[in-house]
């Protein structure tokens, strides 16, 4: 899912190990990352992409689009859940039945709206990757909503 971690440390010619370092984690977190058996955090992959001047759509994969991205962003949980709030009611759904779309809790989807926690990676990828809103969007990174168009893509 997020294949270009990899690339993109690969490219600053960084080892797992200070890749680790920088982001304040395990090397062994980090391989996990990588290989796929853990999903990174919402605030590490807000760090990575900081760091790497990159955005959330191409370190996951969603787009292969690599637009520079030269701000550093703080998360803000309490924008990530009104942006949830507003997909959520644009796609007419009860907190309820994106807690069963997401397979969670109403009670989560209502702590995440409210700004209460920050949402899971998981979860804001697939809202993201089955409705083409960007991730940097919902995580509060962007104010452009669509997830801009592969570069292999015909449309």
Not at 52 to 66: A, C, E, K, P, Q
């Amino acid at each position: 899912m997020f294949s270009n971690l990899k690339k993109i440390r690969e490219e600053h010619e960084l080892s797992q190990r200070k890749m680790a370092q920088i982001l304040k984690i395990s090397k062994s977190s980090y391989n996990y990352y990588e290989t796929g058996e853990y999903i990174i955090s919402l605030k590490n992959l807000n760090n990575f992409c900081n760091r790497f001047h990159v955005s959330m759509n191409y370190v996951t994969g969603l787009t292969d689009i690599n637009v520079e991205v030269h701000k550093r962003y703080k998360l803000n949980p309490k924008l990530i859940g009104m942006r949830l709030k507003k997909l959520r009611l644009k796609l007419k759904m009860t907190q309820v039945e994106m807690a069963n779309y997401l397979n969670t809790s109403q009670s989560n989807i209502s702590a995440y709206e409210n700004g209460k926690n920050i949402v899971l990676t998981a979860f804001v990828y697939t809202l993201a990757k089955d409705f083409n809103i960007s991730l940097d969007y919902l995580s509060g990174r962007s104010n452009t909503i669509k997830i801009q168009k592969k570069n292999n893509d015909k449309n």
